[in-house]
DNA sequence: AATGAATGAGCCTTCATTCAT
DNA sequence: TATGAATGAAGGCTCATTCAT
């Protein structure tokens, strides 16, 4: 059910998004939260009670999507390589957004907060597990190489973490983002 | 020249470097760094203004290091792998030292402080050339596959740095760090 | 008459006295009522503006009661002893009751609440005058002996109402009870 | 030895003698008393992290006095009915002090913090001892009547208790005062 | 009548920074 | 040089109180 609070709550953790990419987690303050979302102290605090509890739920607000989408590609038959490809866009698609500094928020998040990181454990895992789902399915379709699956599922999402971690730090060129991609698929096809 | 001042500055350095690593660059305050050196608040603000000139400083200190053991061992004739597994050997031994948390301190000063990001990725660029040093010799002495070397160098730098950054707050299992090099060394050897 | 918002300020109180004997008078919040009554915030605030009316009505509410027992007593040629001694039994039970927090939360009352204190004073000569009327009593019925019966009254009052404040602070052996209650009793009979 | 640190400590609980006095324990603030010290926030948090703390060291401070003074007595062979009536006297001072405010912060500040009841107790007792030893004295020399010394330490200490934390509420009479003396010492003499 | 969302005042606490000694 | 006392800004948090629904 939609209530007035869940529309408040959604409304805080939106207005946040910003707020930490701009400027990483443990930078960002209730004070800020409060003057981003217009509202006073105590408005924000009647739902949460510190940045942390913001963050970890905009965490979990995002899960399970790409699951979801991958899943449905294998069940239409689309090509692995249409779907590896398609994961790799969206990867590159992140790390040019206005919010790609949420990815070092992430890893602030982990280091500041050591009991949540199991949380976080768990998003790498699910992150390799897709892959390896990808993996598995192109292997069956004769359109990938015979590989360590767990291996290379582990490597391009650390790889990829380090970009988009980076992106917001250092500048990439299109190009050798394209080139890295092209070595990952080395690997695969 | 080495100063008494000069010997406070590397004194108030290598104290901090633990406490960067344990809690990050941010959340370090000069009050910290005042009582693990055990030094007067005025005492070290007489020789860095700022948690930042500290953090920076210490940076500078441990660079060119690889590159000079690099081109000694190449100048040495050491096989071209040979040099590749000690880089290797090393990069591990970082992720299982004590003062793993320092890669992620490092990122966060780089987010925390725009105006130090050039010399980051000054960083990163001579590790990046270090590499194809390594890796031109060991083309040159048919050690190594012929591949863009380029490419390669910044492949290997990111992820290790994702491996070593990512240590501090995810456990990593020996038998997962092992197949990671492996699969770097097939693109290699 | 009993309507139903008389009903409600009497849940309210009865609710609140627990409260306040566990924390005081100054620590119990609207907020902690509001709680307690499972209520919401506005629906309390209907009834009590602030837990100063609260605390105040519920005062008002125990006045009478020992007046009322004793008179009758009287009327019924009850023996002065036993009057006197169940007067004793019970302000020991008080000390031994749950809610003898209640007794520090009024003298807080009286001290935060300087307009309210002659309510306060009023209470206590009201217990003075009860304890004189068992006098009277008993002094004319010979059981007692003759004496200064104002300060006799005065002295038992203020001695008890030490006693009844400091249980909920400090741990008092029944032991030591029973002879303090015997040395209030010299003095009379 | 005396530093500059230990002045402003003193000065500090000096100051706040006064507000705990006219405002009790749990109402005085870190703030009233910066204001109170004319010192920054800061200034008194170097010294002191708490009001409890602050309370805690006042209290501290006061103790054993009387202990001395009267064991210098009975060395000195002073009366013992002298050495009862300069008990009184001073508690009859207490009552009409400007400070008699700060015996019900006691109070307060055992209700308050449980974890700092034990030393309270120890208060309690220690008085208690103190009427032992002149009452003893004073049976010694036949000044007083035989009587069970423990049970009357702990009436008058009680009785007193409740006297000076209500004068700072009620109105007390010199003559009401004069007379429970009386009441008292009719116990000894 | 009753609810609970929202406001804003007020206190708490920690530090970067300055400065007299 | 070095000390550590002092300041004040900044952010955290909790409630009394109001008000639209």
Request: with cysteine; aromatic share 10%; net charge negative.
């Given at each position: ?87 790799f866009?969206?990867e590159i698609e992140s790390i040019y957004s206005?919010?790609n500094g949420?990815y070092f ?54 790889f990829m973490d380090s970009l988009k971690t980076s992106s917001s730090i250092l500048t990439m060129s299109k190009d050798m983002l394209t080139k890295q991609i ?8």
């Amino acid at each position: 059910m939609i209530t007035k609070g869940n529309k408040t709550r959604q409304f805080i953790i939106e207005n946040s998004i910003n707020l930490f990419s701009e400027k990483g987690y443990t930078a960002v303050t209730m004070k800020d939260i409060c003057e981003k979302c217009q509202m006073s102290r105590g408005g924000v605090y009647r739902y949460f009670s510190s940045t942390k509890e913001i963050f970890s739920e905009m965490l979990d607000a995002d899960l399970e999507l790409n699951r979801l989408v991958v899943e449905e590609r294998i069940q239409e038959k689309v090509p692995a390589e249409r779907i590896i490809d398609a994961y790799f866009r969206q990867e590159i698609e992140s790390i040019y957004s206005n919010n790609n500094g949420l990815y070092f928020a992430i890893h602030e998040f982990a280091f500041a907060e050591p009991d949540q990181r199991e949380s976080l454990n768990q998003r790498v895992n699910d992150s390799v597990n897709i892959l390896e789902t990808i993996f598995a399915y192109g292997q069956e379709t004769h359109e990938f190489k015979m590989f360590d699956r767990e291996a290379v599922a582990i490597h391009i999402i650390y790889f990829m973490d380090s970009l988009k971690t980076s992106s917001s730090i250092l500048t990439m060129s299109k190009d050798m983002l394209t080139k890295q991609i092209n070595l990952l698929k080395e690997l695969i096809i």
